[in-house]
């Protein structure tokens, strides 16, 4: 069986093997916002609450959230800088 993937994280999407062999898909409906399957965690998540406050606002929040990430990860990586730089230093000064 090839495995199938989410269309929103990427992450592969759970199958689960009854006693019997039988197989069960854990995918659901990626609409509105996304055409395809998703997993269960994007589906709680992300896409049943899309349904029900409606996408531009989701679209809203999700950007906010994503700007707030990247502001977060560019804050990491300065401060890995910044600690790199002194240590860099501090050698020279050995």
């Known amino acids: 069986m090839t495995e199938k993937r989410c ?6 999407i759970e199958v689960i ?8 898909v854990c995918d659901n409906s990626a609409q509105p916002l996304m055409d395809g ?7 709680c998540l992300l896409v049943i609450p899309s349904r029900h406050i409606g996408t531009s606002l989701l679209t809203d929040i999700g ?4 700007s707030l990430r990247l502001l ?9 800088e910044d600690s ?11």
């Open 72 to 80: 977060h990860r560019h804050a990491q990586k300065k401060g890995f």
């Open 63 to 66: 950007s906010s959230m994503l």
């Open 37 to 43: 399957r998703c997993c269960d965690a994007c589906d």
């Open 84 to 94: 790199t730089e002194k240590t860099e230093s501090k050698n020279n000064e050995s």
């Open 17 to 24: 093997e009854k006693p019997d062999g039988t197989k069960i």
């Open 7 to 12: 269309v929103i994280c990427l992450k592969e």
